[in-house]
Nanobody
Framework: QVQLVESGGGLVQAGGSLSVSCAAS????????MGWFRQAPGKEREFVAS????????NYADSVKGRFTISRDNAKNTVYLQMNSLKPEDTAVYYC?????????????????WGQGTQVTVSS
């Protein structure tokens, strides 16, 4: 079992920046990669970014490409999402998730464990 705890959410103005973190504990040796998803009010949960622990290969949703950067610290078992040039439409609960096995990380089905989420609100 892997446990995930997100932190770093908050309120920022449009155009500002915010960084959220996801700390993993437990059986982290069994995870292949990590992902960030978000869910806005009235919308489905959507893929934001992913990264593999071994190579650091990253993928991004088109809506955040060029603005968000995912990174990981293997020694700390922590994944980060640096969010720049934030827009009101980025407002959502941001969830991190852990994937087991070498599956495509852009798909929700790849993930076994989910965190509780952290709220990110972008004001205009």
């Amino acid at each position: 079992q892997v446990q995930l705890v997100e932190s770093g959410g908050g309120l920022v103005q449009a155009g500002g920046s915010l960084s959220v973190s996801c700390a993993a504990s437990g059986r982290t040796f069994s995870t292949y990669g990590m992902g960030w998803f978000r869910q806005a009010p009235g919308k489905e949960r959507e893929f934001v970014a992913s990264i593999t622990w071994s190579s650091g290969n990253a993928n991004y949703a088109d809506s955040v490409k060029g603005r968000f950067t995912i990174s990981r610290d293997n020694a700390k078992n922590t994944v980060y999402l640096q969010m720049n040039s934030l827009k009101p439409e980025d407002t959502a609960v941001y969830y991190c998730a852990a994937a087991r096995g070498q599956y495509s990380l852009i798909f929700q089905r790849a993930y076994d464990t989910w965190g509780q989420g952290t709220q990110v609100t972008v004001s205009s």
